[in-house]
């Protein structure tokens, strides 16, 4: 059995944001020569999310709305997480999202379907945060 | 390590459809002859979900309602992906349902708690879409 | 290829509880000898979940809040599995937190981020419930 394990880092400029990182992850799966197996790529972090879906802006956007909807991120006082932090909101937003995802590695590439991409979901940005990728396999 | 890789194909005939594949997954198992591992099994699209639970048609009208009411397919106008496509109630509610699982495979069965069934969750049906199951172990 | 498997036991006093497992999952670890593989923890009842998140008693409290908010218990002619059963809103607050994480081992520890704790969340207890924890890798 062969493992990889690499860390990518990620600062984003504003507090939300949605960044594709299929290629960074395929690089990985590339760097460590493995051909069938499984692929754990999650997010270190627990205000941030890994998950798999459509790379067009429109949806963004309305993730971006709908996640809003479903946990505002103000008033910061609504949430009692928020007594030193102010962050609560993305706890809940990253639940919604996930926080990290499994794909097959098949012949040495990330077994997707046509329009799968997996992104990085920051929902608490501004500052330096990790995405584990692990490959186990042969 | 032994690995097995199998695409199964659902078309619906309505919009939305939940379908038990257990079955079809514990075949694929017994297929690749693998005693001890895990199994991923993941839509490869990302309008629809695979996901465990109650195998039990009400709380499968109670998943509609719900669903419909934390991300409504109309109008279509609510939403920025809607140019072309009118579909992006279905990436949302394929968000809250789960793009995957990943089930222990224990003495060659699937090791599930007793209840626990695995489903196609489709959100936007009409059409022939794939669902992968990748198993290692040995 | 090693692999390890074992059932955690929980029984809540409570209706809904979130209970942190992590010790309990490092153990597990530490009995398998396993130094580098993935790690699946799962519930295997469907209306729990195990969920990784921050271990912050005000965050819970949140959670708690938001998930009534999204899937309220009450009244349960609300849900159409509320036949024989009172606990669809468990079946789908389960949905949201989710059922399982999948956690990279390296170096023969759970190779999780500063913050990352995994936790047992419990929304129909007061009976015996189980967690699975199974581990491949060498």
């Known amino acids: 059995m062969k493992q990889f394990r690499k860390e990518l880092w990620f600062e984003t400029h504003s507090r939300r944001q949605i960044i594709n990182i299929t290629g960074q992850v395929a690089q990985c799966l590339q760097e460590s020569g493995i051909i069938h197996g499984l692929l754990l790529c ?75 991409q997996i992104f990085y979901g920051e929902f608490d940005g501004k500052r330096k945060k990790r995405v584990l990728v692990k490959i186990i396999g042969e």
């Open 42 to 116: 999650n997010a270190m972090h627990i205000t941030a999310s890994v998950f798999i879906n459509d790379d067009e802006s429109g949806l963004h956007q309305d993730f971006e709305v709908w996640l809003e909807g479903l946990a505002p991120e103000k008033p910061y006082s609504r949430y009692k997480h928020n007594g030193y932090e102010d962050n609560a909101d993305a706890h809940l937003k990253r639940t919604i999202m996930g926080r990290e995802v499994v794909v097959a590695v098949t012949d040495g590439k990330l077994d997707l379907g046509p329009w799968e």
